[in-house]
T-cell receptor, first 112, second 117 residues
Framework: NAGVTQTPKFQVLKTGQSMTLQCAQD?????MYWYRQDPGMGLRLIYY???????DKGEVPNGYNVSRLNKREFSLRLESAAPSQTSVYFC???????????FGEGSRLTVL | AQTVTQSQPEMSVQEAETVTLSCTYD???????LFWYKQPPSRQMILVIR??????QNATENRFSVNFQKAAKSFSLKISDSQLGDAAMYFC??????????????FGTGTKLQVIP
């Protein structure tokens, strides 16, 4: 049982380059999330998708776009990477309001 | 907007001893869920324990228990008989139970726990 799978695990970009972080879950969850984790700041919500076909901004959406491709997949795109986007990114999914978040293993992104 | 505060950036505990991690939150809602997550050096986020706000009884999972004080908006985590494998970053999180609000899970800034052999 894979749970939440995100790729790539590591990526180094130059300023201005674009990239997409992929996320897939096999638990048939309706809701999916993208968080970023920075030292001393905890996890901050970038975007979330309550269900297939819907996406909403979280706390720190600037510089990012998302696509809920289907119920399983939720991708995060950086159109023009900036050094401030250097972070560890986590994808998560959950089912219903009482459900906990299930996380992927994280993706460490460095923007030079 | 809800906020979650973890005022202890780092803590340490002797192996086999007990440690309590603090968490406070701010909300105007009456129904919500609170969580503690553990993040070991592997980076994987692992659920430790969950508390439902409408339940009076404090949640317990083996060596982990919480002290939930709804009126004080406090949700501390107690780890008994600490083990080396408990060394990790611990995050407190809040989730609304209301439709339209429950999608946003808010995390604290974390407490790094060191376990001393």
């Amino acid at each position: 049982n894979a749970g939440v799978t995100q790729t790539p695990k590591f990526q180094v970009l130059k300023t201005g380059q674009s990239m997409t972080l992929q996320c897939a879950q096999d638990m048939n969850h309706n809701s999916m999330y993208w968080y970023r984790q920075d030292p001393g700041m905890g996890l901050r919500l970038i975007y979330y998708s309550a269900s297939e076909g819907t996406t909403d901004k979280g706390e720190v959406p600037n510089g990012y776009n998302v696509s809920r491709l289907n119920k399983r997949e939720f991708s995060l795109r950086l159109e023009s990477a900036a050094p401030s986007q250097t972070s560890v990114y986590f994808c998560a999914s959950s089912q219903g309001p009482s459900g906990e978040l299930f996380f992927g293993e994280g993706s460490r992104l460095t923007v030079l | 907007a809800q906020t979650v505060t973890q005022s202890q950036p780092e803590m340490s505990v002797q192996e086999a001893e007990t440690v309590t991690l603090s968490c406070t939150y701010d909300t105007s809602e009456s129904d919500y869920y609170l969580f503690w997550y553990k993040q070991p050096p592997s980076r994987q986020m692992i659920l430790v324990i969950r508390q439902e706000a409408y339940k009076q009884q404090n949640a317990t999972e083996n060596r982990f228990s919480v002290n939930f004080q709804k009126a004080a908006k406090s949700f501390s985590l107690k780890i008994s008989d600490s083990q080396l494998g408990d060394a990790a970053m611990y995050f407190c999180a809040y989730r609304s139970a209301y439709s339209g609000g429950y999608q946003k899970v808010t995390f604290g800034t974390g407490t790094k726990l060191q376990v001393i052999p």
